[in-house]
């Protein structure tokens, strides 16, 4: 995950990501994520294309949830 600041550079995670689990939005941003990132994979199988390996990362604040 990376973010976009004002100025057009990229924010890395570890700039927003320790906000992010301290105010919970973490939950919400892991779901978007991995939600995504099935919705790419099933566009790519249904067009026949044999997807990558990929791995998504979650808070461990999923163990709590």
């Known amino acids: 995950m ?3 600041g004002p100025d057009g ?9 320790p906000l992010f689990e301290r105010n919970g939005f973490v939950l919400r941003l892991d779901a ?6 099935c919705r790419l994979l ?3 199988l ?6 990558p390996p990929v ?9 709590d949830a």
Do not use: C, K, T, Y
């Not at 550079?9 to 990501?17: H, L, R």
């Not at 978007?32 to 990132?37: A, C, G, P, Q, R």
């Not at 249904?46 to 997807?51: E, F, K, Q, R, T």
């Not at 791995?55 to 163990?63: D, G």
């Open 2 to 4: 990376r973010w976009r």
């Open 46 to 51: 249904d067009g026949g294309l044999a997807p």
């Open 9 to 17: 550079g990229m924010i890395p995670p570890a700039d927003f990501i």
């Open 32 to 37: 978007f994520v991995f939600e995504s990132v």
């Open 42 to 44: 099933r566009g790519w």
């Open 55 to 63: 791995s998504v990362n979650l808070s461990p604040l999923h163990q």
